[in-house]
């Protein structure tokens, strides 16, 4: 069965530094998303991308954070320059034309020092 | 998107069904009814979703009132790899954009 699939898995990283997470979205999929959660709290939006621009961003999707697809097949989430509350589980998801459901990967856990 | 209002939390014994009820009494008639879980932390999970039929697909049941104002998840004989948190979701579109807007949901303990 297709799945998104998001590297790494787990990443440590220094408050300031940049990190960018990784999505393979599944292959016939136009529409892409990017959410967070924070330990204990609810599933977040941030970002949704269709042909090739953000079509919706929230607030918490500043100007820390871009994305792009730069090669088609890859997503991607760029965090500047983390701060410690950047740490959460960031969690990738697509869908298709057709299809009322929204496929989500297994998340990043970004660690934020 | 229409609001919802689900109970916090619930338990089933395993092997029985669990049901998971939800409230969207300000629901359109051209929003549907969608179920997620997350499973501990994984990555939210898509159940079912439904108009105003009842669905069933191999996962769960979705029964909607006649008034569509209310609807029940289904899980016909609970396991423990069903504990996980449950969110009942109201949107307009069933194709296309579909940005999810994720609640508080019920934690459902399946237990032994």
């Known amino acids: 069965e297709p799945e998104v699939t998001q590297t790494p898995s787990h990443q440590v990283t220094q408050m300031g530094q940049e990190v960018i997470l990784r999505c393979v979205p599944i292959?016939?999929?136009?529409?892409f998303y990017w959410y967070r959660q924070i330990l204990g709290q609810k599933v977040e939006f941030l970002v949704s991308f269709y042909n090739n621009e953000i079509s919706e961003k929230s607030e918490i999707f500043d100007d820390q954070f871009s994305v792009e697809r730069p090669d088609g097949s890859n997503f991607t989430l760029k965090i500047r320059s983390t701060k410690l509350e950047d740490s959460a589980m960031y969690f990738c998801?697509?869908?298709?034309?057709?299809?009322?459901?929204?496929?989500f990967g297994e998340g990043s856990r970004l660690t934020v020092l | 998107d229409a609001k919802t209002t689900q109970p916090p939390s619930m338990d089933c014994a395993e092997g029985r069904a669990a049901n998971l009820p939800c409230n969207h009494s300000t629901i359109s008639g051209n929003e549907y009814v969608y179920w997620y879980r997350q499973i501990h932390s994984q990555g939210p999970q898509y159940i079912i979703h439904?108009?105003?039929n009842n669905e069933t697909n191999e996962m769960a049941s979705l029964i909607i009132t006649e008034d569509r104002k209310s609807s029940t998840l289904i899980l016909p004989h609970a396991t423990l790899r069903d504990t996980a948190v449950y969110y009942c979701i109201v949107r307009s579109d069933s194709g296309g954009y579909q940005k999810v807007t994720f609640g508080t949901g019920t934690k459902l303990q399946v237990i032994p």
């Open positions: 439904g108009l105003k």
């Open positions: 292959s016939n999929h136009l529409y």
């Open positions: 998801a697509s869908n298709g034309q057709a299809t009322g459901e929204l496929f």
